[in-house]
């Protein structure tokens, strides 16, 4: 186990144990879980402590459990250049409970919040400006969402009568929602030019 990792995990347990709900390390890096009115506490400690220098906020992103009653669980990915390490924190939430801007500790967040927001519907309260970024502004629902369907609701395309992006809703038979995860090969017996090769065992009714 990484020495530096451990270290940081009973420095940080020491320090913002009141916030911590659990410190443990997967994969070579430190995960934190929190309680969610923490979150701009603790990443402000986590950014400005010496011991820490988390400086640079990589990422912001979720993961969708529908069965959970807090479904998302949000997840912040940061660096310390000095340190030369990364730590993950997490906390949960669920449709209508906003999660606290961080906007204010790392400006990056402006936009990866945004693009949480539009991808699973995580609301950023005090977010300067909280909207969609990746899909379109008359875009329904949060793709990333598991109960998204991977075929989406509308469709888009250019009219050439009208002159402009026309909004349809898509019209596919129930059999092309479902998916088995086959591929061509496994999932049929025979396939074009089969004819050519030399009958298998399992043809000529062997085992």
């Known amino acids: 186990m990484n020495e530096a990792l451990r270290d940081l995990g009973d420095y940080l347990e020491a320090t913002i144990g009141e916030a911590l709900l659990t410190a443990e390390i997967t ?9 969610r009115d923490a ?4 990443l ?3 950014r400005d402590d010496q011991n820490c220098q988390f ?5 912001i992103t979720a993961v969708d459990y529908p069965d959970q009653v807090e479904r998302f ?6 660096l310390s250049l000095k340190l030369n390490q990364r730590i993950r924190v997490k906390l949960p939430t669920d ?14 967040a402006i936009w ?4 949480a927001w539009d991808m699973f519907g995580i609301f950023f309260a005090d977010h300067p400006d909280l909207r969609r970024i990746l899909t379109d502004y008359g875009f329904e629902g949060h793709p990333l ?7 989406g609701f509308k469709e888009v395309r250019y009219d050439e009568e009208q002159k402009r992006v026309v909004y349809e809703p898509v019209k596919l038979p129930q059999e092309f929602r479902r998916f088995d995860f086959m591929s061509p090969w496994e999932g049929m017996l025979h396939l074009p030019g089969d004819e050519k090769a030399p009958p298998t065992k399992r043809e000529e009714g062997g085992a």
């Open 27 to 35: 994969y070579d890096q430190l995960t934190l879980r929190i309680k």
């Open 39 to 42: 979150i701009a506490r603790v």
């Open 73 to 78: 669980e949000v997840v912040y990915n940061l």
């Open 145 to 151: 969402r598991k109960d998204f369907p991977l075929t």
């Open 55 to 59: 400086k640079q906020l990589v990422d």
């Open 112 to 115: 990866l919040e945004r693009e």
């Open 95 to 108: 449709e209508r409970t906003p999660v606290a801007s961080v906007s204010g500790v790392f400006s990056a």
């Open 44 to 46: 402000t400690f986590l």
